[in-house]
Nanobody
Framework: QVQLVESGGGLVQAGGSLRLSCAASGRTLSSYAMGWFRQGPGKERELVAA???????????YYADSVKGRFTISRDNAKNTVYLQMNSLKPEDTAVYYCAADRRRIATDNEYDYWGQGTQVTVSS
């Protein structure tokens, strides 16, 4: 079993930055795909960014069009932690952000195996 705990959310003004962290316990995450999802008010949960498990070619990443060029996903396998650096934040980025882990090498759908409880990000205009 994998436990995921997100941190780093909060209130920020438009144009500001936040870095979310997702600390895992229970298993080593190096062989898991990791993703960050978000669910805004009245909206469905959506995949924001994903990063693959390590392979001989390195890592693969995926970003939703709405965050490309602004958000960066990264992982530190030694710390069993995944990060989401969010820059140039917009009010429409306001949502609860969830970290997720999956046993596949890369996962860009919603069918992740393990989920955190979420952290609130609020961007004021």
């Amino acid at each position: 079993q994998v436990q995921l705990v997100e941190s780093g959310g909060g209130l920020v003004q438009a144009g500001g930055s936040l870095r979310l962290s997702c600390a895992a316990s229970g298993r080593t995450l190096s062989s898991y795909a990791m993703g960050w999802f978000r669910q805004g008010p009245g909206k469905e949960r959506e995949l924001v960014a994903a990063i693959s498990a390590i392979s001989w070619t390195g890592y693969s990443t995926y970003y939703a069009d709405s965050v490309k060029g602004r958000f960066t996903i990264s992982r530190d396998n030694a710390k069993n932690t995944v990060y989401l650096q969010m820059n140039s934040l917009k009010p429409e980025d306001t949502a609860v952000y969830y970290c997720a882990a999956d046993r596949r090498r890369i996962a860009t759908d919603n069918e992740y195996d393990y989920w955190g409880q979420g952290t609130q990000v609020t961007v004021s205009s």
